[in-house]
T-cell receptor, first 112, second 115 residues
Framework: SQTIHQWPATLVQPVGSPLSLECTVEGTSNPNLYWYRQAAGRGLQLLFYSVGIGQISSEVPQNLSASRPQDRQFILSSKKLLLSDSGFYLC???????????FGPGTRLTVT | AQKVTQAQTEISVVEKEDVTLDCVYETRDTTYYLFWYKQPPSGELVFLIRRNSFDEQNEISGRYSWNFQKSTSSFNFTITASQVVDSAVYFCALLSSGSARQLTFGSGTQLTVLP
């Protein structure tokens, strides 16, 4: 069966510090991968998605970036965090763009 | 443009009551997919169901049932005989086969089931 992992589970970082969140998927190959952010108040915002290694699509302008160095690894990064980057970050995978997405446990990021 | 509206921000029921969560969607595409997800306090979104626009048959899975009506652009979710473990935020979502191809979520409904 497929599983999706995210780490760390929680993170407290000062403004201006770098960020690296990692997501890995097991039990499937060539998944589509997604990064979402959920701010307080529940709305889910798609940040990035990837259909293959090195292929990243950005949905909103921001100071975040994503990379996919391996087939089942998706990384969310920032060079300098802003207060507004605080939130709950969720990684998800799917077998195709028109199929259901399965979500990881999330990373709760607090920028102080 | 795609849009999903969940007008009920919060619902509170007593255990064993039935509860319906409303979802209304907007899309210009003729081929699209609708989803429901559950987000318990732990935070992880749990996939519940996927329906495509060509299949309007209602679906039942245990205590859960879904009513899809294209005429009213609605995809409502009913929990029968609710339980405390059903307490969570529930999200309705839309995915169109058009150029957007991204999952659009509603704002969610917080369901609280009281013992």
């Amino acid at each position: 069966s497929q599983t999706i992992h995210q780490w760390p589970a929680t993170l407290v970082q000062p403004v201006g510090s770098p960020l690296s969140l990692e997501c890995t998927v097991e039990g499937t190959s060539n998944p589509n991968l997604y990064w979402y952010r959920q701010a307080a108040g529940r709305g889910l915002q798609l940040l990035f998605y990837s259909v293959g290694i090195g292929q990243i699509s950005s949905e909103v302008p921001q100071n975040l970036s994503a990379s996919r160095p391996q087939d089942r690894q998706f990384i969310l990064s920032s060079k300098k965090l802003l207060l507004s980057d605080s939130g709950f970050y969720l990684c998800a995978w799917s077998t195709g763009l028109l199929y259901e997405q399965y979500f990881g446990p999330g990373t709760r990021l607090t920028v102080t | 443009a795609q849009k999903v509206t969940q007008a009920q921000t919060e619902i509170s029921v007593v255990e064993k009551e039935d509860v319906t969560l409303d979802c209304v969607y907007e899309t210009r595409d003729t081929t699209y997919y609708l989803f429901w997800y559950k987000q318990p306090p732990s935070g992880e979104l749990v996939f519940l169901i996927r329906r495509n626009s060509f299949d309007e048959q209602n679906e039942i899975s245990g205590r859960y049932s879904w009513n899809f009506q294209k005429s009213t652009s609605s995809f409502n979710f009913t929990i029968t005989a609710s339980q405390v473990v059903d307490s969570a935020v529930y999200f309705c979502a839309l995915l169109s086969s058009g150029s957007a191809r991204q999952l659009t979520f509603g704002s969610g409904t917080q369901l609280t089931v009281l013992p």
